[in-house]
T-cell receptor, first 109, second 117 residues
């Protein structure tokens, strides 16, 4: 099972672009990369998923280099409401996912 | 659609008591999961189900039991509650139509906070 390594915490300011990088050196061929967001006292919420290159949706972009050993979640123009814990996960099925402690992102005014 | 509904939201148990956490989804998802989350930690998978009548153990199944008699419901039973089971429990569901596609986006309930004293 692939494990991921991501920063424990990050700070940024409103209006900035935030990039959170995740390392997954042992990613398998069939594994996808998925990011979730969790607010206090709530269940995680899906942000984005990708396999290779770049994926973009209405809230974030996911950049995956050719070797797939890392990925970067990019949040454009963050606001205070983006303060949350962000989880990077790799796997080909949800029941194989290993949830680390995630990255605690704090957005300051 | 209500999504994933968990009850109760809060519960205090005494050591040795038993209880059932209820989970229901109305999205016709084939996969359902139970996780626990301790403070400052990530989620740990307790049990999951790939369809009605099929359940399997996750990472931390000891002390828990599940059943999946219908597509919609996936209750989690705690037998002989222990302080180590004090945690927040999340139920989730997802849909997948099989490999090679991954098992879809997880939809979580609001959680059930359990304290065992």
């Amino acid at each position: 099972l692939a494990k991921t390594t991501q920063p424990i915490s990050m700070d940024s300011y409103e209006g900035q672009e935030v990039n959170i990088t995740c390392s997954h050196n042992n990613i398998a061929t069939n594994d996808y990369i998925t990011w979730y967001q969790q607010f206090p006292s709530q269940g995680p919420r899906f942000i984005i998923q990708g396999y290779k290159t770049k994926v973009t949706n209405e809230v974030a972009s996911l950049f995956i280099p050719a070797d797939r050993k890392s990925s970067t979640l990019s949040l454009p123009r963050v606001s205070l409401s983006d303060t949350a814990v962000y989880y990077c996960l790799v796997g080909d099925s949800n029941y194989q996912l290993i949830w680390g402690a995630g990255t605690k992102l704090i957005i300051k005014p | 659609n209500a999504g994933v509904t968990q009850t109760p939201k809060f519960r205090i148990l005494k050591i040795g008591q038993s209880m059932t956490l209820q989970c229901a989804q109305d999205m016709n998802h084939n996969y359902m999961y139970w996780y626990r989350q301790d403070p400052g930690m990530g989620l740990k998978l307790i049990y999951y189900s790939v369809g009605a009548g099929i359940t399997d153990k996750g990472e931390v199944p000891n002390g828990y039991n599940v059943s999946r008699s219908t597509t919609e419901d996936f209750p989690l039973r705690l037998e002989l509650a222990a302080p180590s089971q004090t945690s927040v429990y999340f139920c989730a569901s997802s849909y997948a139509n099989g490999p090679p596609t991954p098992t879809g986006e997880l939809f979580f309930g609001e959680g059930s906070r359990l304290t065992v004293l």
